[in-house]
């Protein structure tokens, strides 16, 4: 699979349009379904246009999807929902806006869990995405339609959303790198929301270098987002092959009860690579890690019932002609959500109601609050922590989707990052029976350059990395 430096030699040598129409076609004999929107004639144009005028921004004429939920002017935005059928935003978001103006070319919306809820892309109105590595397995969620793309060769980079891991869990398990950043430093204008405290874009690609250089591309300031900080770094120069004295923090509670062995062998190998190099280990404590779960889920599902809200089959979307609102409000809801996305608003309605509140959504943020404390002890002590991205490999298609609980256990080493608002990154990190396994690099709030040079040395001193999925 090609990085962008690779595509840009190409480009230089030949043409964008040449590199777009190749990557149309694999996305067009795929058996993925990473892709709800193949944006096929506007992506040859906006090629033919760099190709035209010269563009040299960084990335001029080189292909990026977009995850489902990241308004694109012009270009379908569902959500993976049905209540959203026909939506097409008539704004960019503002990570939209910076990739056009780096010279990228949207080729499509990527398929996603309905509404980011869920973490097996499988409650996608438009059926389910597939792990490259196993067509049989799931690609993680709910981002799971951009890192299957990235991984199944289908485009070089891509974008998608975290809210409790949902770009770290499809990057483990498809065997590529995702990052969640610092809440705050990207821009959430335009991506339509699930939980605000929560959620972040983050990129994708096959190597940390590409990662980070779609990271500098889409983070930065915007006034139209007042949680957005005002803290722009070129994290590309951040890369160098070197973790001397770096202090790596192990949370035990993150190799806890249900972490595969595999899993957990292999990030304490990447771990022990890692001290080769010239790092150091030490224990930490996180001693409510415990009750992240529970805390985020009632958190998220709280603001998932508020921000969902605005789905009334009035203002766009899916519309019945009945003759009174409340009818109307009703019957759109209940045909247009997914079951998922109904439970979750059922749940966070339920925990804001008066008598409950204090009992269940005032407590889990104080819960939080705590969550938030053992990071910043932690980091006292430790440049980074490292734990498994996913306590397992990719599972089967079918496997726990009529298990709720046992899909929101998986999120239980991700959570955690969300809650608290630092940055972690994904690299792949070993394999298992052939399926990829992820470790995550986590770093203090706005150290994003200690995180992406410790996965890039890591990865320089690997070949996890450059292994493809087969028969694609």
């Avoid at 991984?151 to 790198?177: H, K, M, N, Q, Y």
């Avoid at 990662?211 to 722009?232: H, N, Q």
């Avoid at 806890?256 to 080769?276: P, R």
Wanted: aromatic content about 8%; some cysteine; glycine content about 10%.
């Amino acid at each position: 699979m090609a990085t962008i430096n690779e595509l840009k030699e190409r480009i230089h040598a030949g043409s964008s349009e040449e590199i777009v129409a190749e990557y149309l076609e694999r996305i067009g004999s795929s058996k993925l379904n990473a892709f709800i929107t193949v944006a096929k004639e506007n992506a040859l144009v906006r090629a033919k246009e760099i190709d035209s005028e010269g563009f040299e921004g960084s990335l001029a004429g080189i292909p990026v999807a977009i995850k489902d939920n990241i308004s694109t002017k012009g270009i379908l935005t569902t959500c993976a929902s049905k209540i959203l059928t026909g939506y097409v935003p008539p704004y960019d978001a503002h990570v939209i806006e910076r990739l056009k103006e780096a010279g990228a070319v949207i080729i499509g919306k990527t398929n996603m869990d309905e509404f980011a809820m869920g973490t097996s892309t499988e409650t996608s109105f438009y059926g389910p995405t597939r792990n490259p590595w196993d067509t049989d397995r799931v690609p993680g969620g709910s981002s799971g339609g951009s890192a299957a793309a990235v991984a199944g060769g289908e485009v070089p980079i891509a974008l998608g959303s975290d809210t409790g891991g949902s770009v770290r869990c499809p990057a483990s398990f498809c065997g590529v790198v995702g990052l969640k950043p610092t809440y705050g430093v990207i821009s959430r204008y335009g991506l339509i929301s699930y939980a605000n405290s929560l959620e972040q874009i983050g990129p994708f690609a096959t190597t940390v270098r590409d990662v980070a250089a779609l990271f500098d591309v889409i983070a930065g300031y915007d006034p139209r987002d007042s949680t957005s900080v005002d803290k722009e770094v070129n994290y590309s120069s951040a890369l160098k092959n070197d973790v001397s004295g770096l202090k790596i923090g192990v949370p035990e509670e993150y190799f806890g009860e249900g972490t595969d062995e595999n899993v957990e062998k292999a990030v304490w190998n990447a771990i022990h690579t890692l001290e080769d190099l010239g790092a150091t280990r030490i224990k930490v404590k996180m001693p409510h890690t415990k009750y992240a779960l529970s805390a985020y889920y009632i958190i998220a599902m709280s603001e998932a019932s508020s921000n969902l809200a605005r789905f009334d089959g009035m203002r766009y979307g899916l519309r019945t002609e009945d003759s009174d609102w409340h009818t109307t409000f009703s019957q759109v809801r209940a045909a247009g959500f997914g079951d998922e996305v109904k439970r979750r608003i059922l749940l966070g309605t339920y925990a804001l109601s008066a008598g409950y509140h204090d009992k269940y959504y005032l407590k889990a943020l104080k819960v939080r609050t705590l969550i938030k404390q053992d990071f910043e002890l932690a980091f006292k002590d430790a440049d980074v922590l490292i734990a498994p991205t996913m306590p397992y490999p990719a599972f089967k298609l079918g496997e726990k989707i009529d298990d709720p609980l046992s899909l929101y256990l998986a999120d239980v080493d991700t959570v955690p990052i969300n809650l608290a608002g630092v940055p972690s990154i994904s690299v792949p990190c070993g394999f298992s029976h052939g399926l990829p396994i992820g470790m995550q690099v986590i770093g203090k709030h706005f150290d994003e350059t200690t995180i992406l040079r410790t996965a890039y040395t890591f990865e320089e001193n690997t070949d996890f990395h450059t292994r493809e999925p087969e028969g694609l």
